[in-house]
């Protein structure tokens, strides 16, 4: 008990804790609680463009009719974090969230009984390290003694860390700031920090204003992966209920591939970001589902770095964490 709480005490300071703004949509009959039904998927979502798909999916009606053909519906409800949609799942108020793939591999060691089904996206450039426009830092090899922002517990983190392994640098090396993704654009602007890492929509919305500048992202560092994962006893019980999501999530990829403009518009509402902004985060991310064999390599170095980092208390097992049935279930297969 004592170290699940420290786990998730650890994850909750990461992100966004203002607030949680429930928003609860129950797909077919609003007028009744569902979460009992067997026929019901409960998913615990973010209004980042990091999950577009997923919301695309859902404003399209592709959600709804995927499930319908295998009798069953949806309840939906917005967090405004991770940690808060992580808290939903393992409290059994949610069957199914999505995260980076570095507090997904931290909610299985503080003992939840989940597993990874699916990618919700992948990018490399959609997680950066920025400075304010005007600094004269020009690469990661300068950081040394400076002040970086970033979420503890979050996929910015990792980044942090290969970036400065790759100049021959440690955490040791750097003041680190901790601070919700929220916080860090009025403290760039500022001058209170001198760099951040950050993933989008912040990363366009800060290039495009000229408030900042990317001195490096992923780029054939860091794949990025987002990642769908659900409750097992859930999806054990249910595999017909979490192909058909899987199956919608699809189609609100291809949406967004083929029709980006009409999908930003769609979703922006949603988001809170400008539909320039989100049509331009798009092009940084891959928002296909199917988890390929770069995808699952990338998800257990991650493992590996939070093992060494002694941030997880055990090894754990990834070929069962990360479940390819469901894909395979759903016809999507790498």
Known sequence: ?????????????????????LNNNVNGDSSADKSGESNVLRIGAQPYPLYASVYVAKEKGYLEDELKKVNAKYEWTDFKSGPLVNEAVASGHDD??????????L???????????????????????????????????????????????????HLLSLLLKKENLTFNDIQSVNLAAGDIPAALESGQIDATVIWEPFISQLVSAGKAKIIADGTGIKRGNLVTYSVNSYAKAHPQIIAAYIKACKEGSDYIKSNPKEAAELIAKDMKVDPAILENTFKNLDYNPVLTTDDTNEIKKVKDYLLQQHLIQSDIDMDRFINLDYLKAAGIEK
């Open 107 to 157: 909610a299985k060691d503080s003992g939840q009984d989940i597993q990874i089904i699916a990618n919700v996206a992948y990018g490399e450039k959609a997680l950066a390290l920025l400075v304010n426009s005007n600094s004269d830092i020009t690469s990661a090899a300068q950081l040394k003694g400076k002040k970086i922002a970033y979420g503890k517990g979050t996929y910015a983190q």
């Open 96 to 105: 199914i969230g999505f995260m980076a793939d570095m507090p997904a591999i």
């Open 1 to 21: 008990m004592k170290k699940r709480i420290m786990i998730l005490l650890f994850a909750a300071i990461t992100m966004l804790l203002a607030g949680c703004n």
